[in-house]
T-cell receptor, first 109, second 117 residues
Framework: KNEVEQSPQNLTAQEGEFITINCSYS?????LHWLQQHPGGGIVSLFM???GKKKHGRLIATINIQEKHSSLHITASHPRDSAVYIC???????????FGTGTRLQVTL | GAVVSQHPSRVICKSGTSVKIECRSL??????MFWYRQFPKQSLMLMAT?????????EQGVEKDKFLINHASLTLSTLTVTSAHPEDSSFYIC?????????????FGPGTRLTVT
């Protein structure tokens, strides 16, 4: 079993839909990262959080440390949101990240 | 702010040659840089951690003599793939951690796609 599990693996949504991507982890963490990887491969850091909730534009990330679970929400989804979303946890050991396998999101018109 | 660049973005080389990939933090100093490798449809895998002025720490299974890492300054780390083979073809990504502020922050480069023919 992977230390970081994401669901769903693939997600197709219509433009405007509210999207939720989930991340569960089995280890103690210092921080959790949500990353976005576009088809070209480049990675953008969306959020880093260790408690509570963060919001940036249409993106919201939450984390529940007790339940070892985090969610990434996208409101009013748009085709440009199509990408792979990756959850990564920092276990506090020299900031080494452990990555989930990613959720491939496709938003259609 | 917090921009990390990589050069080149794509490189094709012949089997047996060496390739150098640069990772630069453009607007901050990075005491620690990380090198990752990503095969198609797979997640990122950490190869090594480099701290400025000291030897890199390699993950288990990563050959340090094949993947040479140099972190000579607070804004530059290089990864040299020596005697490259087709199985080294992959997407290589670096990230950089600032030495100040939130200790868990990391900023990722855009990646370098290496193809060995």
């Amino acid at each position: 079993k992977n230390e970081v599990e994401q669901s769903p693996q693939n997600l197709t949504a219509q433009e405007g839909e509210f999207i939720t991507i989930n991340c569960s982890y089995s280890v103690g963490i210092s921080a959790l990262h949500w990353l976005q990887q576009h088809p070209g491969g480049g990675i953008v850091s969306l959020f880093m959080l260790s408690s509570g909730k963060k919001k940036h534009g249409r993106l919201i990330a939450t984390i529940n440390i007790q339940e070892k679970h985090s969610s990434l929400h996208i409101t009013a989804s748009h085709p440009r949101d199509s990408a792979v979303y990756i959850c990564a946890v920092d276990t506090g050991t020299a900031s080494k990240l452990t990555f989930g396998t990613g959720t491939r999101l496709q938003v259609t018109l | 702010g917090a921009v990390v660049s990589q050069h080149p973005s794509r490189v094709i080389c012949k089997s047996g040659t060496s390739v150098k990939i640069e990772c630069r933090s453009l607007d901050f100093q990075a005491t620690t840089m990380f090198w990752y490798r990503q095969f198609p449809k797979q997640s990122l895998m950490l190869m090594a951690t480099s701290n400025e002025g000291s030897k890199a720490t390699y993950e288990q299974g990563v050959e340090k003599d094949k993947f040479l890492i140099n972190h000579a300054s607070l804004t530059l780390s290089t990864l040299t793939v020596t005697s490259a083979h087709p199985e080294d073809s992959s997407f290589y990504i670096c990230s950089a951690a600032p030495g100040t502020g939130n200790p868990f922050e990391q900023y990722f480069g855009p990646g370098t796609r290496l193809t060995v023919t």
